[in-house]
């Protein structure tokens, strides 16, 4: 499994993956977003899905970028073509791949700005080569085991938070799934896009870098919790009681 985060406020995206992958009883790491940067185009994509799959539409992609780069002068065309590789991927191993009881199951999320793009973007491409796009309203895409962190999205992320923000809040989102699945865990890639710079700086951080930060979390939530009124308990446990009178 995978853990991939994409996320859109004003002042540009925030990206973050796991490298963990695990095959049956093998666990090894595996760098899950690449980047692409070429003067005023500047892009990632993350990918959740079958490696061979992601290996081999990234591989027909990168030629694809290589040969008609400066076509794309907004993202959603980069897009497009990605989603093209993909079908091109399905068209040739997905037969083979579904008789051998596996899952067709590529899905990545795209973000960045090209020089005609107004502002920066941030799509959910399916495996099916269809896309849709991250909007203020859920600022937010995930792939890959996708349910722990996403109470704490929902609850604390907006458009309008700062990137340093939307980092920390990704960050829990990446512990409370790193905590729940032992099919998510460090390293954790990060990807820092500000608005209209055309520039992502990529960093690593290793378990090592942030066990600190989870133990202050964890002590956090704990104190809350026992901070949380009990009044509203009190009718049940007065039944509790008189039942057992």
Same mark, same amino acid.
């Given at each position: 499994?995978?853990?991939?985060?994409?996320?859109?406020?004003?002042?540009?995206?925030?990206?973050?993956?796991?490298?963990?992958?695990?095959? /049956?009883?093998?666990?090894?790491?595996?760098?899950?977003?690449?980047? &692409?940067?070429?003067?005023? &185009?500047?892009?990632?994509?993350?990918?959740?899905?079958?490696?061979?799959?992601?290996?081999?539409?990234?591989?027909?992609?990168?030629?694809?970028?290589?040969?008609?780069?400066? $076509?794309?002068?907004?993202?959603?065309?980069?897009?497009?073509?990605?989603?093209?590789?993909?079908?091109?991927?399905?068209?040739?191993?997905?037969?083979?791949? *579904?008789?051998? /009881?596996?899952?067709?199951?590529?899905?990545?999320?795209?973000?960045?700005?090209?020089?005609?793009?107004?502002?920066?973007?941030?799509?959910?491409?399916?495996?099916? /080569?269809?896309? *849709?796009?991250?909007?203020?309203?859920?600022?937010?895409?995930?792939?890959?085991?996708? /349910?722990?962190?996403?109470?704490?999205? =929902?609850?604390?992320?907006?458009?309008?938070? $700062?990137?340093?923000?939307?980092?920390?809040?990704?960050?829990?989102? =990446?512990?409370?799934?790193?905590?729940?699945?032992?099919?998510?865990?460090?390293?954790?890639? *990060?990807?820092?896009?500000?608005?209209?710079?055309?520039?992502?700086?990529?960093?690593?951080?290793?378990?090592?870098?942030?066990?600190?930060?989870?133990?202050?979390? $964890?002590?956090?939530?704990?104190?809350?919790?026992?901070?949380?009124?009990?009044?509203?308990?009190?009718?049940? =446990?007065?039944?509790?009681?008189?039942?057992?009178?």
């Amino acid at each position: 499994m995978t853990y991939c985060l994409g996320i859109k406020v004003a002042s540009g995206l925030v990206a973050i993956a796991d490298r963990r992958l695990t095959s /049956g009883s093998e666990v090894s790491s595996n760098r899950k977003i690449s980047v &692409h940067e070429v003067e005023n &185009h500047s892009l990632f994509i993350m990918t959740s899905g079958l490696r061979s799959v992601r290996d081999k539409a990234i591989t027909y992609f990168k030629e694809v970028l290589a040969e008609q780069d400066r $076509s794309f002068n907004k993202l959603y065309k980069a897009v497009n073509a990605f989603g093209e590789q993909v079908k091109r991927v399905a068209l040739e191993d997905k037969t083979s791949i *579904v008789a051998s /009881g596996l899952n067709f199951n590529l899905n990545a999320i795209v973000g960045g700005q090209l020089e005609d793009d107004e502002e920066h973007k941030l799509f959910m491409l399916y495996p099916e /080569g269809n896309w *849709v796009e991250v909007d203020q309203g859920s600022p937010f895409k995930i792939i890959g085991n996708s /349910g722990y962190g996403k109470p704490l999205l =929902f609850r604390n992320l907006s458009y309008e938070s $700062s990137m340093a923000d939307a980092l920390k809040i990704g960050f829990l989102a =990446f512990d409370a799934t790193r905590v729940s699945a032992n099919d998510v865990d460090y390293p954790l890639d *990060v990807v820092i896009y500000p608005k209209d710079s055309f520039h992502m700086t990529e960093y690593r951080l290793e378990k090592e870098d942030m066990d600190e930060i989870s133990h202050q979390w $964890s002590a956090l939530l704990g104190n809350s919790v026992r901070k949380v009124p009990t009044y509203w308990m009190d009718p049940i =446990f007065e039944k509790v009681k008189a039942a057992h009178k």
